[in-house]
């Protein structure tokens, strides 16, 4: 899966360093695609992550089969 990173995403990277592609990856994979409620064509992904139990949430947007436009992420505990 190709990442393609928002101007949003690429500012708040630098603050949240221990979110990591694979991470991102994991949880985009690994859970339901739910719709955002507040923009559209946008879809959420609420993961635990292992082996830290931690849950990641990724607001992303689906550009093609295999690309992925990663909008923001970050941790809900």
Known sequence: MELEYSEHW???RKY???IADGYIR????NSHA???RYRENTLNAVCRIP?????LKVV???LAKDKVKII???WLD
């Open 72 to 74: 923001t992420a970050f």
């Open 16 to 18: 949240r360093k221990d």
């Open 10 to 12: 690429k500012r708040k």
């Open 60 to 62: 992303y947007r689906k």
């Open 51 to 55: 082996p830290s139990g931690r849950i």
């Open 26 to 29: 994991y949880a985009i994979i």
């Open 34 to 36: 739910l719709t955002d």
